[in-house]
């Protein structure tokens, strides 16, 4: 059951602050109601308080969003059936943070494979966001994950030494260069016969105004893989997918 994982919360320091700004305006609106006779100030005070009462409830329901116990399972199914993880005998997900990603993957894994989970561990945009959460959540999906902190564009990895590497919506929250050095230092990293799958929202880092689907394409090829396929993956809520599939290039290979 997804009840039994703790995903942390996103963003959570943002979110209680406005929760916090929302509920002292609230405060005030309730203050001034009562000691002024005054029939408009009386009526502003209202206003500000039910505006920040409103306020205060849509950030709270953003603030479980998505919920830290919750799984959204047919993203993950998408990317895990193009990706040999079953015979690969050592996969990386890179910005594994609190493991979710990996948990979606679980399934398909090897029950043999080293399993590695890479990440900052940044404990400021997830409440929780650390190797001891990554590692219960792993192996509550039946994954023993070895979680292994530092950043994505230095991976202390040996060249060529992992079979199959995951990216999930991770790229696009990094600046555009430090995105095209991490994927140049997963193609380092990827066996040459490897694999790299990503999982990405429709969205470029900040400041890249070009349609996703070709952005993402043209840096991973830049990075030195043929893209296999990408495909976007329509959702009933929220926006689409892209769920694409790269192999290392050898040579001249295009």
Known sequence: MASRYNFGVYHWRRRVRSIA????????????????????????????????????????????????WALERAKYDALAARLPLADADRVLDVGCGTGRSLVGLAPSVSPDADVIGFDVFDDRIILGNGPALARRNGSR????????????????????????????RVLHDLEATAADRTLREIRRVCEPDGTLGILELPLTPDGVSRRPEPYW???????????ESLERLERDTGDPYLVLVATPRIGNDG
């Open 21 to 68: 700004v929302a509920l002292v305006a609230a405060v005030i609106g309730v203050a001034v109601r009562r000691r002024t006779n005054d029939a408009r100030a009386r009526l502003a005070a209202t206003g500000a308080t039910i505006g920040a009462a409103v306020y205060a409830v849509r950030v709270l329901r953003r603030l479980l969003s998505p919920p830290p």
């Open 141 to 168: 999906a039946g994954l023993a994950v070895s979680p292994v902190a530092g950043d994505a564009a230095a991976l202390p990895f040996a060249d060529g030494s992992i079979d199959v590497v995951t990216a999930c």
């Open 217 to 227: 394409t043209d840096r991973v090829t830049a990075a030195g893989f043929r893209i």
